[in-house]
C-alpha cells in the first residue's frame, strides 16, 4: 500500500509539473515599483506547473538574459512598464537575439514611452500617443474609466484563450494592427473605447468626427487590441499586453461587473500558455514518399508516375508533457512544385492512423528538379513546414511503350505505303524483263 501511495503521489507530482514544449527556466525582470505579492496568483500559478521563475530588477546585471548570444533562459517575462534605462544586457537588438534563439518573451506596456515601447513597431504594433490610455464609459461597473471590462473573443480556428471565460479587467494602452501575417490578435478592444489623455468626454466629438474620416479613428472602436501576439520565422512566440495590472490579483479576485468575477486568473493562464508554447503547438514527426504499390523511397520519379506522399504531425499536450498524435487539420495541403506549384492538392488525415496524412497524386509530363512542399500557416498555431527535393526524370529510352495505341493510323499508313512499294516493284521489274525477252525473239527470227 505504502509503494502504491508513492507511485501515486508520484504520478500527481509529474502531472502538475507539466511545462511547456520549450523548456521550464523563466527570468522575471520585475521593477522595483512593482512586487512578486502584486501577481502571486499568476506567478505561483506558473509554478504550480512546473516552471522554475528567476527574479531581477530591470538594472541588476545579474542573472543575465544572454551570454555570448547563447540565451540563458527559455522564456522571458518583463513587468517593467515605466522603465526607461535598463541594464546592459537587455536592449531591444537582444530581445531580437532571443527570439531568433527560440526564446519567449512576454512583455507588458504602459502610457509613458520606454525601449519596450520601441521596439513594438518592429512586430508591426502602432501604438498610440504617450500618455493616452484607452477609455471607456460603457457599459456602467464599478470601476473608472480607465478601467475596462472586455469580454474576450476565440478565433475561429486559434482556441488561444478558454471556453466561457468571463469578462476581463483591463487598464492600459491599445495598439492598431500593421499588415504582417505573422501578428494574432488575442484580446481586442471594445467598441465603445478610445484613447484618451482625459478620462472626461471633452474632445469625444473630435474623435467621432475623426472616426467618421478615417482619420484620429486608430484609436478608437473594436478594431484595436490590447493583448497581442506574435510568431517569429524561428517558432518563438512574443506577446504584448497593453497593461501589467491584467496579471495582478487585485484584478483577478475583483468583479469586472456587478456580481459577475473576472477572467483575468484564467486569462492571465491561457496567454502565459500560448506564449510559452503550451497550447497550439504543432511538430511534423515525419514525411515519406514512395511510388504507388511500393513502400520505400526513391532518390527520383519519372513523369506521370503515381505518387505517394504521407506526413505525420503531432501536438503537445502539456497536461503530460508528451506529444501526440494530431489529426485535426482538415486544410492541409502538399504542393508539387518547381519554381511555382505544379500540382496543388489536399492532404487528407487518414482513419485509423492518429496524426497520419497521406494523398496519392500523378507527376506532371515535365521533368525537372521538384519539391514537396508543406507550409501550413494558421494564426495562433505552430507553423509547419517541410520542403523535399525529389528530381522528376524523363523515360529511359527502354522506359517508353514500344507500340502506341493512338499511333496506329501512322503505323498503317507507313504499312500501306511498304507494301504498295513492294508490289509496284515487282511489278515494275516483272513487266521490264518480259519485254526485253520479246524483242530478242524477234531479231532471231
Same mark, same amino acid.
Given at each position: 500500500m505504502r509503494l502504491l501511495s508513492l507511485l501515486t503521489t508520484a504520478l500527481l507530482v509529474g502531472l502538475s509539473a507539466a511545462t511547456s514544449s520549450a523548456g521550464n527556466s523563466v527570468l522575471v525582470v520585475l521593477e522595483p515599483k512593482l512586487s512578486r505579492e502584486q501577481f502571486s496568483i499568476f506567478f505561483d500559478g506558473l509554478e504550480s506547473k512546473g516552471y522554475d521563475l528567476t527574479f531581477r530588477a530591470p538594472k541588476d546585471e545579474k542573472p543575465v538574459i544572454l551570454e555570448d548570444d547563447i540565451p540563458a533562459f527559455s522564456h522571458v517575462i518583463f513587468f517593467a512598464p515605466t522603465t526607461k534605462n535598463f541594464a546592459s544586457d537587455i536592449t531591444p537588438q537582444s530581445i531580437i537575439t532571443l527570439l531568433e534563439n527560440r526564446v519567449n518573451v512576454l512583455i507588458a506596456l504602459s502610457p509613458s514611452t520606454t525601449p519596450l515601447t520601441s521596439l513594438a513597431a518592429e512586430f508591426s504594433l502602432i501604438l498610440p500617443p504617450p500618455n493616452t490610455p484607452l477609455i471607456s464609459h460603457f457599459p456602467?461597473?464599478?470601476?473608472?474609466?480607465?478601467?475596462?471590462?472586455?469580454?474576450?473573443?476565440?478565433?475561429?480556428?486559434a482556441p488561444i484563450l478558454s471556453k466561457n471565460l468571463g469578462p476581463v479587467l483591463f487598464k492600459g494602452i491599445s495598439h492598431a494592427y500593421g499588415e504582417n501575417p505573422r501578428l494574432v490578435s488575442i484580446l481586442k478592444a471594445p467598441k465603445e473605447s478610445f484613447a484618451s489623455d482625459t478620462e472626461s468626454d471633452r474632445g469625444s466629438e473630435s474623435i467621432a468626427d475623426a472616426v467618421e474620416k478615417g482619420g484620429e479613428g486608430l484609436w478608437a472602436g473594436g478594431s484595436m487590441g490590447v493583448v497581442s501576439g506574435f510568431q517569429t520565422v524561428s517558432g518563438a512566440r512574443v506577446t504584448w499586453v497593453g497593461g501589467v495590472? *491584467?496579471?495582478?490579483?487585485?484584478?483577478?479576485?475583483?468583479?469586472? %461587473?456587478?456580481?459577475?468575477?473576472?477572467?483575468?486568473?484564467?486569462?492571465?493562464?491561457d496567454v502565459a500558455a500560448w506564449t510559452f508554447q503550451e497550447s497550439l503547438v504543432l511538430r511534423i514527426a515525419n514525411t515519406s514518399h514512395h511510388l504507388l504499390g511500393e513502400n520505400y523511397p526513391r532518390d527520383h520519379y519519372t513523369t506521370k508516375d503515381e505518387i505517394v506522399y504521407s506526413i505525420d504531425i503531432e501536438r503537445f499536450?502539456?497536461?503530460?508533457?508528451?506529444?501526440?498524435?494530431?489529426?485535426?487539420?482538415?486544410?492541409?495541403?502538399?504542393?508539387?512544385?518547381?519554381?511555382?506549384?505544379?500540382i496543388r492538392t489536399a492532404l487528407p488525415p487518414i482513419k485509423g492512423a492518429p496524426g497520419h496524412y497521406s494523398v496519392t497524386f500523378r507527376a506532371p509530363d515535365r521533368h525537372g528538379v521538384f519539391k514537396f512542399v508543406v507550409d501550413y500557416k494558421r494564426k495562433g498555431w505552430t507553423h509547419l513546414h517541410s520542403a523535399i527535393v525529389v528530381p522528376? *526524370?524523363?523515360?529511359?529510352?527502354?522506359?517508353?511503350?514500344?507500340? %502506341?495505341?493512338?499511333?496506329?493510323?501512322?503505323?498503317?499508313?507507313?504499312?500501306s505505303t511498304s507494301i504498295g512499294f513492294v508490289i509496284f516493284s515487282a511489278l515494275w521489274l516483272g513487266g521490264d524483263v518480259r519485254e526485253k525477252g520479246k524483242g530478242k525473239g524477234k531479231k532471231a527470227e
Open positions: 456602467s461597473r464599478p470601476h473608472p474609466p480607465t478601467t475596462l471590462a472586455i469580454t474576450p473573443h476565440n478565433g475561429p480556428n495590472d *491584467v496579471f495582478g490579483d487585485e484584478f483577478a479576485n475583483a468583479e469586472a %461587473l456587478e456580481g459577475v468575477k473576472s477572467g483575468n486568473e484564467q486569462f492571465s493562464k499536450d502539456a497536461k503530460t508533457s508528451t506529444w501526440k498524435p494530431y489529426s485535426g487539420i482538415t486544410d492541409l495541403q502538399l504542393e508539387y512544385t518547381m519554381l511555382d506549384p505544379h522528376l *526524370v524523363p523515360p529511359r529510352h527502354d522506359g517508353y511503350p514500344r507500340f %502506341l495505341s493512338s499511333a496506329w493510323p501512322y503505323y498503317a499508313g507507313a504499312i
